[in-house]
Each structure stands twice: as C-alpha cells, then as structure tokens.
C-alpha cells in the first residue's frame, strides 16, 4: 500500500513538472511582427473552397486567440451538386457550421461567389475582388493556397493576393500553404499538403493543444469532404507528433504564366476531383485578362 502510495506521489510530480516546464506555444515572430511594426493587427486568409481552411485552422485558431482581426475569403461557392462534392447548399451549411466553432465574426467572412470549378474563367474579377478587400480591410499577412496546379480555385487565391500586392500601395507579407499537386515521385506522384519543393522549404507553424483541437474539429466539420480530410488528417497526426504542425511559407516569386511544375499536372490529369485534361492554356488565357499580364511575351504583346 505504502509502495503503491510513493508511485502515485512519484507520477503526480513527474506530471507536474512536465506541466510547469512545458513552455507556451506562440506564432512564429515572422507573422506576427508585420502586424506588431505597422499597428494594423489584421491577417486575411483567401481559399478556394469551404474546407480549403482545414488545413491551416490551427494558425488561424491562434492568430484569433492573439488579439488579431481575422477575415476569411472564399472564391468559390464550392459544391458539384454531386455524391463526391456535395451542393452548393449543403457546402455553405458545413461552411457555417466549421464558423460556429472557429467563432470568426460573420462580418469577416467573405464569399466572392463564382461557381466551383469556374474561378480560371473569372480570373480578372477574382483579382480585382481579392484586391478590393485588402485595400479595404488592410491586412498585415495574407495567406492563401499555393500556386501548385492541383486546382485552378486554389491557384486564383494566390494569383488575387500577389494582384492585390501590385496594386496597393501599402505593404503586406503574403503566406501559402499547401492543397495537393501531381510532383511526387513516379509511381504515386499526387502529393497532399506537400509543398513543390523547387520553390523553397516550409516553414512549420507549431501548434498548442486547443489549436490543434481546433484543427481536427474544423477538418471533421467538412463531413462531405472525408476523401480529402482522411490523408490529411494522416498527415498532419504525423507532423504533430514529431512536434511540427500546419507547413506555410513566404510565397515565392511565381511566373503564374508558366505552369508550377514540369510534367502533367493535377487539374489536367485524368483523375476523380480533377478538371479532366484541362489546358494549361485555360489558365494563361485567364491570366492574360488581368492589366498586370497584358503586356507580356506570352500574352502577345510585341
């Protein structure tokens, strides 16, 4: 008894010491300082679809904990009105369901509204929308999905916030993180949540409990979307044991009128959840719409 007694005083110290030696979790200075520097304490997240936020939840979850403005932007309504995808309403409701919990403010939440699949069609818009909240609601960082060639919804997000950077004449530091892309190795070359690596390592954002929480709720949320939350659910269990969390980086200087990568990508492949052999040439016709392209060699200019 008295042995059994010892152990479990022995077991509370050994916890109790873990607890008090455990250091708190912050952001990384590099996203928070821009905000720190220029007192405009606000960060803009601009997806593709609704649950495109699943894999960055965990930071939105501790920029919001920090005393930050955060306002998430939509390009696409999202849904195919389909087994796979699910409808426009049922997309919007798990959409609203995930901000129950997220508690981003409804007035910071921000539907472009083109219809899913379409956003190479209305790159113009995208870009000119995009630009338009910025500028109204002056973020410090932006982030957005990778230019990556796995969907072209994804890619108008990082396109629209590297538009807007053009354009406005106040600074702001723009992040990515990782969707999916067709440049792993040969035998199995789709890649979830893994960034082209030619355009420079990740960075990882590592997470506290309640943010990592946060993260596997949000993920859950997206019930229709179980296909893609399972790997990356997968993925990110393995980068937090290992004591890393969500992968973001400084967008690179991309030429988003040459494809990201060599070879065939995702949104051309023949692939469920793909656009069926699209043309790069939809995408650079899409680009060249946009006043900042005109001028180019590969949109005709002379």
Not at 16 to 24: I, N, Q, V, Y
Not at 25 to 42: A, F, I, Y
């Amino acid at each position: 008894m008295k042995k059994n007694i010892l152990w479990a005083l022995g077991l509370i110290l050994f916890l109790s010491a873990a607890a008090m030696g455990k250091e708190p979790v912050k952001l990384p200075s590099n996203l928070t300082d821009p905000g720190e520097q220029t007192g405009r304490k606000v960060v803009m997240f601009v997806f593709g679809h609704f649950d495109d936020d699943s894999a960055i939840a965990g930071t939105l979850n501790m920029y919001l904990r920090s005393g930050w403005q955060v306002h998430q932007v939509w390009v696409t309504t999202a849904g195919m009105d389909s087994f796979w995808y699910g409808t426009q309403e049922s997309r919007t409701q798990e959409m609203l369901e995930v901000a129950k919990f997220t508690k981003v403010p409804a007035e910071n939440r921000h539907l472009i509204g083109i219809h899913d699949r379409e956003a190479v069609a209305h790159l113009p818009e995208i870009a000119d929308k995009v630009t338009e909240l910025i500028a109204k609601y002056k973020p410090s960082v932006v982030f957005t999905c990778a230019y990556e060639g796995g969907h072209w919804d994804h890619d108008s997000s990082s396109l629209g916030a590297y538009v807007a950077s053009r354009r406005l004449a106040f600074p702001f530091e723009r992040y990515e993180f990782p969707t999916y892309n067709r440049n792993g190795p040969k035998i199995f070359p789709l890649q979830f949540n893994h960034f082209l690596e030619s355009y420079g390592k990740p960075q990882y954002v590592r997470l506290d409990d309640e943010a990592w929480a946060m993260r596997k709720k949000v993920r859950y949320g997206y019930k229709s979307q179980w296909f893609l939350m399972m790997p990356e659910g997968m993925i990110y269990g393995y980068r937090h044991l290992r004591g890393r969390g969500e992968a973001i980086r400084k967008a690179p200087a991309y030429d988003y009128l040459k494809p990201p990568h060599e070879g065939t990508l995702f949104i051309q492949a023949n692939i469920v959840g793909a656009l069926r052999g699209a043309p790069f040439s939809d995408w650079q016709k899409g680009v060249c719409g946009i006043p900042e392209f005109r001028d180019t060699k590969e949109c005709g200019a002379q």
